[in-house]
């Protein structure tokens, strides 16, 4: 599944335009590698995605293409989820967060 979708079906994005606007910024990292809105997805990948000061690890623990709003956080598991402030030597100097 592509991982524009994925995120919108997961409701981890809102709305799958957003999700592709934040893959085409560089915000969303799959298995440690910054991502396309086309690129695959598949059980057991690690995404780290970055919502401005929050950033949230999960790992996908399933893809389906249809889910009801109650059974979309089984899709996949949060591994990490922390709020990043501003960086003290400005931006672009920050420390690899996983």
């Known amino acids: 599944m592509r991982l524009d979708?994925?995120?919108?079906?997961?409701?981890?994005?809102?709305?799958?335009t957003v999700a592709k606007t934040l893959c085409d910024q560089g915000r969303v990292e799959v298995n440690g590698k910054?991502?396309?809105a086309s690129s695959e997805v598949k059980a057991g990948d690690e995404l780290l995605l970055r919502f401005g000061q929050r950033h949230?690890?999960?790992?996908?623990?399933?893809?389906?293409e249809n889910v009801r709003k109650e059974e979309a956080e089984t899709l996949y598991?949060?591994?990490d989820s922390r709020r990043v402030e501003e960086e003290p030597n400005g931006p672009g100097t920050e420390a690899p967060l996983f």
């Open 34 to 36: 910054v991502a396309k």
């Open 5 to 16: 979708k994925f995120l919108k079906v997961s409701r981890l994005v809102k709305r799958r």
């Open 56 to 64: 949230l690890l999960v790992r996908v623990e399933q893809v389906r």
């Open 77 to 79: 598991t949060v591994l």
